[in-house]
């Protein structure tokens, strides 16, 4: 089903209550029950669903990634806005970027997004602003470092003022830093923190939000003995130092066409539930994203990860 087929959300809402009094819909096999919903969004990978001025939108991006490493390859790229009630396109902008991320504060919608090149990889994030959802602002948010690439990320408020996490491919192919701001506008990275996983190993996409006294990240495995695809990670923090791995994981895995991966995970809260954008695909020739639905509130879904009678491993990311 492409975007513009999808009815809205409040039919979303009522396709769960459908199918899990029909039974027909099975929970992951996990202590975090989701239920994934029958529908996909084709044309597009990287999204974050947001509600702005009482709407729910989706931010999401479109590059053809046929042409990688090709002239043109960054002008295939672009940033768009959907209406998640009509199905209608709302606006285009930031071309030439992708991996975009969406915060709203008060009566602005911020997207975070990585400049493209055509043959050598992502560069720098920059931050764009609107309050009409037409005319877009543009400024640096996150300089790369040397030969660094950078990808996905992903903001949140906490006591401090904003938090941004950040992927990138140094030091690890890939991990993910962080960054803070006062206003969403200038950044200062934070030093000495680099979550590199378990064993220093690929760590992805991270999306990251705050309910105190826990920040809360789900973010991109490799294939392990038990899921040869890629796998979403659930891990939660007190200081950004020290991370409890949810004892749950992996909390996304790939089922029945969905290809290799459920990657690239985005959440918001819409009317009582949260729901979980995610791509599948071969990470290859195809790709959809995909919705899962928890039955609560998003603070109650994170916590449903940490069983208290079941502590997860515990990683840091301090250099």
Known sequence: MKCNDVTGARVLTAVVVWLLLDGTARAQETRVPLVKLPFALADTMETTPIVFGGRPLLVA??????????????????????????????????????????????????????????????????????????????????????????????????????????????????????????????????????????RREYSACPVIRYFAPYYYVIYLHAATADHPGWTSYLARSRDLDTWELSPCNPILAAGPGEGINNSDVDLFEWEGRTYLFYATGDQATWAAVRVAMYDGAMQQFFAAGFPADKPGVVVSTRQ
């Open 61 to 198: 991006n479109y590059r053809d990634d046929t042409k990688a490493n090709q002239e043109g390859y960054k002008q295939s790229m672009y940033l768009y806005l959907r209406d998640l009630t009509t199905g209608d396109e709302i606006s285009r902008f930031a071309e030439g970027h992708s991996f975009a991320n969406a915060y709203v504060h008060g009566d602005q919608l911020h997207v975070f997004a990585s400049e493209g090149t055509d043959r050598d990889w992502f560069q720098s994030i920059y931050h764009f602003t609107t309050t009409d959802l037409q005319t877009w602002q543009r400024e640096p948010a996150i300089a790369r470092e040397g030969n660094e690439h950078l990808f996905n990320c992903s903001v949140c408020r906490d006591a401090q003022g904003f938090l941004m996490a950040y992927e990138s491919n140094e030091p690890v192919t890939f991990c993910f830093k962080f960054a803070r701001s006062s206003d969403l506008s200038r950044w200062e990275k934070v030093p000495d923190r680099i979550f590199t996983g378990e």
